[in-house]
């Protein structure tokens, strides 16, 4: 008899687990296929008004940080889509974001640091495939972009090759693969011209000072009386406060240089003389969050967003250490960047709205 109970608790036991499995299954696929149901295949531009967005796919530096990618900002002007810079990472932040990779017009490279082309490749392949392109994007960029594009263009080759032997030319359009350069200048006397006019979307390029690294650019983008600047790596400069003049919005690197000093001088008390040296180096050609609050004060830009933030604060209760003296600097809206950030600028209105896609 006592046999008996004992068996029939085990086999009630065993029941019991089957159903909580089989439960658990059941609402783990339910809960899968809502979430394919909800986000695959879907355009969620679509929901954003007409206007300027800006959405923030690399608030990061060449430091490792794992809640930011290098270097990055897409920018929708309409139906348009814009690249400015490629960092490490950040290519699949803007996958996540929900960026209509399939109307990426062009890319624009600030300058050839590594930090600010890693991620490069990526974009590419990203704008071929998940794009749908039939011709190669365009990516402007200082002197030696040509160099740059056609080196990612040799690396992924290969692998272009096995795409469209498994996916077959209708679907990867071989003339769609890779890169076209276009290698920009500006005369000696000038600090800033147009370069990209379609539709209601112009881009400037404007100068900017990241000495020894020549030339360095920043960009300005308008689109229907809303307009963001995007500064790259400098020194406070003059040039980009003129060309960022009424902007809404200017993301502008920071870099909170007592921070860095601390970094260097640890480095140099634990025997790392070389990569304190290089600390000690990066603080001639970066702005600190009061530069960039300057020049978005002389600029009378409606918002500072600070990017490519070194060292990025780990957590909000060092955010005002990270800023110093900047709030008193700027009496505009003035936030630090996170990725997945998206900053938009309705047409027609004046107002700068900030929300997050992730
Ligand atoms: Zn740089
Ligand atoms: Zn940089």
């Known amino acids: 008899m006592k046999r008996r109970i004992g068996l029939g608790l085990v086999a ?8 909580v499995l089989v439960g658990r299954n059941w609402i783990a696929q339910r809960a899968f296929d809502r979430a394919v149901d909800k986000s695959v295949g879907i355009d969620r531009s679509a929901a954003l008004p007409d206007g300027l967005h800006a959405y923030v796919c690399g608030s990061g530096s060449p ?17 348009q889509a814009f690249v400015f810079d490629a960092g490490s990472g950040s290519i699949r932040k803007l996958g996540r974001m929900g960026f209509p990779m399939d109307r990426l017009q062009a890319a624009f490279l600030t300058h050839l640091h590594s930090d600010h082309i890693d991620g490069l490749g990526e974009l590419m392949l990203q704008a071929w495939i998940a794009g749908g392109r039939s011709v190669p994007l365009p990516i402007y960029g200082p002197a030696g972009t040509d160099k740059v594009v056609n080196g990612f263009d040799a690396a992924y080759e290969t692998d272009r090759d096995f795409r469209i032997a498994h996916h077959g030319p209708k679907v990867t359009r071989p003339g769609g693969f890779g890169g076209a350069a276009h290698v920009l200048t500006l005369d000696p006397g000038s600090d800033d011209r147009q370069i990209y006019a379609s539709g209601d979307a112009t881009v400037r390029v404007f100068r900017v000072n990241h000495d020894p690294v020549k030339p360095a650019f920043g960009y300005r983008i308008d689109y229907k009386g809303r307009s963001i600047a995007i500064s790259g ?86 955010e005002p250490l ?20 998206i900053v938009s600028l309705p047409a027609g209105g004046a107002d700068v709205r900030f929300s997050r896609a992730f």
Do not use: W
């Open 322 to 341: 990270f800023l110093g003296d900047a709030p008193n600097q700027f009496s505009g809206t003035l936030r630090l960047a996170q990725d997945g950030m």
């Open 233 to 318: 790596d400098t020194v406070y400069v003059p040039s980009l406060v003129k060309a960022s003049r009424g902007v809404d919005v200017l993301f502008h690197e920071a870099m909170n240089k007592h921070m860095v000093a601390a970094l260097q001088a640890k480095l140099a008390e634990r025997g790392r003389a070389d990569a304190a040296k290089i600390m000690g180096d990066i603080q001639s050609y970066h702005s600190s969050p009061e530069d960039a609050a300057r020049a978005a004060r002389e600029a009378g830009a409606k918002a500072l967003v600070l990017y490519h933030l070194v060292p990025a604060p780990p957590a909000r209760l060092i």
């Open 63 to 79: 430091l490792p940080d794992a809640a930011r990618a290098g270097p990055c900002i897409a920018v929708l002007a309409g139906r």
């Open 12 to 19: 009630l036991i065993l029941a019991a687990g089957l159903l």
